[in-house]
């Protein structure tokens, strides 16, 4: 089993930068990508990036343009770099594990992380 303990967020200005992580452990051989989602609230949880094992990126609509997804094998971490951050960003945002399917479905993520809290304010 996979587990997932992601870390990094916080309260920040609009304009600002944050750095999220999550760090896998566990049996990850089945692992196939990687994914970051958020939950703002009243919201559904919705897809900001993935990463597959061969480095492969993939970005939601959020994301594009100002958030980074990268992954350091050595320390077996998923980065989330995000930069200029609004207030439409504030969400709880979750890192997930997945052994195929659509890569921006979150019915596709069986093993998900406890979240981490990004507050933007205005």
């Known amino acids: 089993q996979v587990q997932l303990v992601e870390s990094g967020g916080g309260l920040v200005q609009a304009g600002a930068s944050l750095s999220l992580s999550c760090v896998v452990s566990?049996?990850?051989?089945?692992?196939?990508?990687w994914g970051w989602f958020r939950q703002g609230p009243g919201q559904e949880r919705e897809f900001v990036a993935a990463?597959?094992?061969?480095?492969?990126?993939w970005y939601g609509d959020p994301a594009k343009g100002r958030f980074t997804i990268a992954r350091d094998k050595a320390k077996s971490t998923v980065y989330l770099q995000m930069n200029k951050l609004n207030p439409e960003d504030t969400a709880l945002y979750y890192c997930?594990?997945?052994?195929?399917?659509?890569?921006?479905?979150?019915?596709?993520?069986?093993?998900w992380g406890q979240g981490t809290q990004v507050t933007v304010s205005s």
């Open positions: 997930a594990a997945s052994e195929g399917g659509t890569i921006y479905s979150r019915s596709s993520y069986k093993v």
């Open positions: 566990g049996r990850t051989f089945d692992t196939v990508y």
């Open positions: 990463i597959s094992r061969e480095d492969g990126v």
